[in-house]
């Protein structure tokens, strides 16, 4: 018999909290204490939504609409979409769920400028609202993740109107 254990270590846990007040969701995200995601919903229909996106069809890594891109290759930086990871050459990058979407929406096309507006909706699934803080604060962490592993690969602001990834060749 296979043990199922190690396929279950593997995978990030994630806990949904539906209808829940802001003071019971924060308690069990307290009482889980990093092991697992928590999501806060206010009813199940925004659930399904977070799970599964506005058209009830599950939306594609990053808004990469074409299921048969499963990796971005951009000079040494790979994106793989299925697997969720991110090499620079034959190096490892540790991003958080949100680092890993944020540089591969970014990735998807190196040079151009994705506004606050367009990095919101993708990646929180939210409207922009002019608070560019959420953002902004993701940024910073992906930037600190990736100058661990690669001066090169940069994420560049463009002032008041987003973020570009700058690839060497």
């Known amino acids: 018999m296979v043990s199922a254990a190690p396929y279950i270590e593997a995978i990030t ?3 949904i909290c539906v209808g829940t007040t802001l003071e019971d969701s924060t308690a069990i995200a307290q009482a889980i ?8 919903a206010p009813d199940t229909e925004a659930a ?5 996106g506005e058209d009830g069809v599950p939306d594609s890594p990053a808004g990469v609409e074409d299921l048969e891109t ?8 790979r994106v793989d979409l299925v697997s ?15 680092e890993f979407d944020l540089l ?22 939210t409207r922009y609202l002019g608070d560019a803080d959420p953002v ?23 002032r008041g109107v987003g973020f570009r990834l700058v690839v060497p060749d």
């Not at 092991?35 to 806060?40: E, S």
């Not at 399904?48 to 599964?52: G, I, P």
């Not at 499963?70 to 930086?77: D, H, K, N, P």
């Open 13 to 15: 846990p994630f806990v």
């Open 33 to 40: 204490d990093r092991r697992a995601i928590v999501m806060i």
């Open 48 to 52: 399904r939504r977070l799970l599964v």
């Open 70 to 77: 499963r990796v971005i290759e951009r000079g040494c930086l």
């Open 84 to 98: 969720r990871l991110v090499t620079w050459g034959d190096v490892d990058i540790a991003l958080s769920a949100r």
């Open 104 to 125: 591969a929406t970014l990735a998807a096309e190196v040079g151009r400028v994705w506004t606050f507006e367009e990095l919101m909706s993708r990646i929180w699934k």
């Open 136 to 158: 902004v604060s993701a940024v910073k962490r992906l930037r600190r993740r990736l100058a661990l592993v690669v001066e090169e690969l940069r994420v560049v602001s463009v």
